[in-house]
């Protein structure tokens, strides 16, 4: 396992949720959508988080979140600004990426791609990222972990161009997908509509 101190979460929190408007402060069994996220991937204590927003929290929100706020200092680049941000802002080699909506994701998530990235640091070298896989061939670059300079630099250099795509970070670098079970995938139901919401409460 890659020491603990080697990795922070970075959480987003600044999309516009135009789908659902304050997804983020929906209540699931008793907190809010990110309260719950942000406790369930710190839950064990041993990496530090921060959270990325474009805007400040709501009061009774950040109230709840014991951690530093990272505002978003790119104009409309969406989740690749915000993790430059934050990215730029971290202390650690590597930071895994959270989006703010997904509340069964767990620390135990982050623990399997450490470990991945652990085999791969002595079998072939280290990558610059372990992105997961669904097993329809999507990828989900907001549950990921990255290099955090190589990201910083990259995430840079794309909006530079002028892209605006996570993955446009990753330009030229080693990148591993890592392949989900079924069990990984339901970890990583993400909130964007209503018809999400009731899908988690059915």
């Excluded at 719950?36 to 109230?63: H, K, M, N, W, Y």
């Excluded at 909006?159 to 079970?181: D, F, S």
Aim: charged share 20%.
């Amino acid at each position: 396992m890659v020491n603990a101190s080697a990795v922070s979460i970075i959480l987003l929190a600044g999309g516009e949720a135009r789908r659902l408007p304050g997804k983020l402060m929906l209540r699931l069994d008793g907190e809010p959508l990110l309260l719950r996220t942000f406790r369930r991937l710190t839950a064990d204590g041993r990496r530090p988080c921060v959270v990325s927003i474009r805007d400040p929290l709501a009061p009774e929100l950040q109230a709840q979140l014991p951690t530093a706020m990272i505002a978003d200092r790119f104009e409309n680049c969406g989740p690749l600004g915000g993790l430059a941000s934050a990215a730029a802002a971290v202390t650690t080699p590597l930071f895994f990426a959270a989006a703010g909506d997904l509340p069964q994701l767990s620390a135990g998530f982050v623990d399997r791609l450490e470990a991945r990235y652990q085999e791969l640091s002595v079998a072939t070298g280290a990558p610059a990222a372990i992105i997961p896989r669904r097993q329809d061939g999507r990828i989900e670059p907001l549950a990921a972990l990255y290099e955090t300079e190589a990201f910083v630099a990259g995430a840079s250099a794309a909006i530079a161009r002028g892209e605006k795509k996570v993955t446009a970070a990753l330009r030229g670098l080693p990148v591993v997908y890592y392949e989900l079970t079924s069990a990984d995938e339901s970890e990583l139901l993400n909130i964007n509509t209503t018809e999400d919401w009731q899908r988690l409460h059915a």
